[in-house]
Every structure is written in C-alpha cells, then in structure tokens.
C-alpha cells in the first residue's frame, strides 16, 4: 500500500509517494530535481528534503513520515521576487 500527496508546481504538480516505507517523487516533464535527501531518521520520525526546478521557478520541500504515512509537507516556492510558503498535514 502506498500513500501518496501533491506538490503544487509552477504549470504543473509533483507527487510525494510513500511506499513500503521508501519516499520517491514523481516529477513532471518539464521538472528537475536540484538536490534529493531522504529516509533521514530524526527521533522517531523520517525526514526528507528535495529542491526542485521548473523554468525560472525554485520550489524547497521537507517532507515528514513514518514508514507507513506521509505526516507534515511544508514548502517554499521562489518565483521571480515572489515566496509562496505552505504547509500540508496529513
């Protein structure tokens, strides 16, 4: 069973997949993945961070799970001058 959240993106949307307790993420065509960190053990929990490309656009995730779900996403998108922070609990 896989556990799955959606990543808002500059034109499209980047999906986060748990699955048998290993993190991944679905990028769109037109995405590159900068820089990937994940299955990090911090307590009791796992922690992942990605910085993700797409055109002109910079978008920073932490991603917080267990091995079986997705529990906090919070991002950071850098476009142009403009910062569009968000959280997602799960």
């Not at 799955?4 to 980047?14: G, T």
């Not at 091995?67 to 569009?84: A, S």
């Amino acid at each position: 069973m896989s556990h799955k959240c959606e990543i808002p993106l500059e034109d499209d949307s980047a999906e986060l997949i748990l699955e048998k307790g290993r993190l991944r993420i679905d990028l769109p065509i037109n995405a590159e993945m900068i820089y990937g960190e994940y299955d990090r053990l911090e307590g009791p929990l796992y922690v992942g961070y990605a910085i993700l490309q797409v055109k002109n656009s910079f978008t920073f995730l932490k991603v917080v799970y267990k091995k079986d779900r997705i529990m906090d996403v919070w991002y950071t998108c850098l476009k142009g001058y403009e910062v569009v922070e968000s959280m997602i609990s799960l």
